[in-house]
């Protein structure tokens, strides 16, 4: 499974990106993977941000909680990240992957939030 996740860039404090991640491959069946997003700092280990199950129900790390927004669609095998009011303590690289049975990692996408 290859995980390609795009939308990543360079934003002012208080500034939105909307991040999605597309996983293709030999995926048994998207629709029941609990998908996650990553992100690691430089510096820092990855921590997870925020999963989302089959069901609809979501974690939020405090620091992002009322900012972000995960959500799937799993036609297109797509997890998508909304992120409001950044700061510059979201910069990291995110990445997106799958909770119930994680595949490789993918390249992830680079989000820098700076004035």
């Known amino acids: 499974v290859q995980l390609q996740a795009s939308g990543g860039g360079l934003v002012q404090p208080g500034e939105s990106l909307r991040l999605s991640c597309v996983a293709s491959?030999?995926?048994?069946?998207?629709?029941?993977?609990?998908m996650g997003w990553y992100r690691q700092a430089p510096g820092k280990q990855r921590e997870l941000v925020t999963s989302?199950?089959?069901?609809?129900?979501?974690i939020y790390i405090d620091s992002v909680k009322s900012r972000f927004t995960i959500s799937r669609d799993n036609a297109k095998n797509m997890v998508s990240l909304q992120m409001n009011s950044l700061k510059p303590e979201d910069t990291a690289v995110y990445f997106c992957?799958?909770?119930?049975?994680?595949?490789?990692w993918g390249k992830g996408t680079q989000v820098t939030v700076s004035s």
């Open positions: 989302l199950s089959p069901g609809g129900a979501t």
């Open positions: 992957n799958s909770i119930t049975l994680p595949w490789s």
């Open positions: 491959g030999n995926i048994f069946d998207f629709r029941f993977h609990t």
